[in-house]
Each structure stands twice: as C-alpha cells, then as structure tokens.
T-cell receptor
Framework: GNSVTQMEGPVTLSEEAFLTINCTYT??????LFWYVQYPGEGLQLLLK?????DKGSNKGFEATYRKETTSFHLEKGSVQVSDSAVYFC??????????FGKGTMLLVSP | DVKVTQSSRYLVKRTGEKVFLECVQD?????MFWYRQDPGLGLRLIYF???????EKGDIPEGYSVSREKKERFSLILESASTNQTSMYLC??????????????FGPGTRLTVT
C-alpha cells in the first residue's frame, strides 16, 4: 500500500537558517504529492503541491520537487522566519481521492 | 474562500456516551473526509464520502460511523465513546479538480476528550 515517511522532529533552527524536511514515499502508479502546514491551534492548510515527476511546487518561499527516481519530495526554504514555526505534513494522493499522510515534522524557529 | 467549519473546538464526553461531531463546508464539494490526529501517528483516515448518502471506510473505521444526508454536512458518530478515542478530529472536503489534483481543505479541528 501507499506510505509516506518524513523526518522526525522537532527541527530547531535560528531565524534566516536554511530548512530541509525530508519526505520519501511508496506508492503504486503516479500519485500527486503535497505539503500541508498546521499552525498552532489550527487545521491543515495546503502549502504546495506537485502532480507529476520533475514538477516543482512553490509557495511562500517554500519549494519541493517531485523526484520519481528517488521517490522523494523534500521541502526546502532558503531563510526561515519565526512565523514558519508549525507542523509540516507530507502527503500523497491515493485511490478513491484519499490522501496518505506522513507523521508530521514540527519546526521551531527561534529569533 | 473555501470554508470548512466544525461544530466544536473542544469537547469533553464520558465513556459510553454517544458523540456527534459535525462538519459543514460551503463550497459544494462532493467529497468529504474525517481524520483523527494523534502525536507520533500523524493523520489517519476514519471515513470518507464521495457524495450525499455515500460513505466508505478509511483506515481506522472501528468504533465510528458517519452520516451524510446533505451535501454540505458530514457527521462523525462515536456510538459509545471510549478513552482511546480521545484525539483531535479533523474534517476535510475536496475540490473536484482535474485528474490527479487532489487538494483537500481542512476545518480547524475538534479536540475530543473522553473521560
């Protein structure tokens, strides 16, 4: 079946540091890939997406590239801010319109 | 903007009670979903619905049921609440975009405590 593995957190960074959160997946067929973000006390929001191999999703300075050869979709940002502190979830689309999520990675950014 | 609302942000119930969690979306989406979120486990799909009066089991349906009588409303029912159902419950609805495009919009969540 489908599965998503992402690095465990928390990831602790200083403001303006470079961020990478690793995500790898196992899936049949050609899934779409997503990063969702959950700010404290809120539901999940779509951060970015990629629907086919080599696509790059980007939003709010975050980027991720759909790498079919390594089955990866790593999230990156060149310079994080305190306001980026949140939990980040990698996900893939499966059958029946459902999503399979990773366990989430907490990011803590200090001033 | 798409809006998904959930009836309560916090709920405390006793073991054995019947519990209803309500979710409403305002964008005429056909698909709706219920997840639970637990530390270290991420999000797990409980039930989903393709359309009115349709329902499908997700990965962890045991102890839950659902109801979808109207397109905008999807209810999660705990027939007899137990302490292991203490969790954050998230509702989502899905846009019917092009094939392969599967964005879901989430509500703010209901944190349920069963004592």
């Amino acid at each position: 079946g489908n599965s998503v593995t992402q690095m465990e957190g928390p990831v602790t960074l200083s403001e303006e540091a470079f961020l990478t959160i690793n995500c790898t997946y196992t899936a049949t067929g050609y899934p779409s890939l997503f990063w969702y973000v959950q700010y404290p006390g809120e539901g999940l929001q779509l951060l970015l997406k990629a629907t086919k191999a080599d696509d790059k999703g980007s939003n709010k300075g975050f980027e991720a590239t759909y790498r079919k050869e390594t089955t990866s979709f790593h999230l990156e940002k060149g310079s994080v801010q305190v306001s980026d502190s949140a939990v980040y979830f990698c996900a893939l689309s499966g059958g029946y319109s459902t999503l399979t999520f990773g366990k989430g990675t907490m990011l803590l950014v200090s001033p | 903007d798409v809006k998904v609302t959930q009836s309560s942000r916090y709920l405390v119930k006793r073991t054995g009670e019947k519990v209803f969690l309500e979710c409403v979306q305002d964008m005429d989406h056909e698909n709706m979903f219920w997840y639970r979120q637990d530390p270290g486990l991420g999000l797990r799909l409980i039930y989903f619905s393709y359309d009115v009066k349709m329902k499908e089991k997700g990965d962890i349906p045991e102890g839950y049921s659902v109801s979808r009588e109207k397109k905008e409303r999807f209810s999660l029912i705990l027939e007899s609440a137990s302490t292991n159902q203490t969790s954050m419950y998230l509702c989502a609805s899905r846009t019917t975009g092009e094939p392969g495009f599967n964005e879901q919009y989430f509500g703010p969540g209901t944190r349920l405590t069963v004592t």
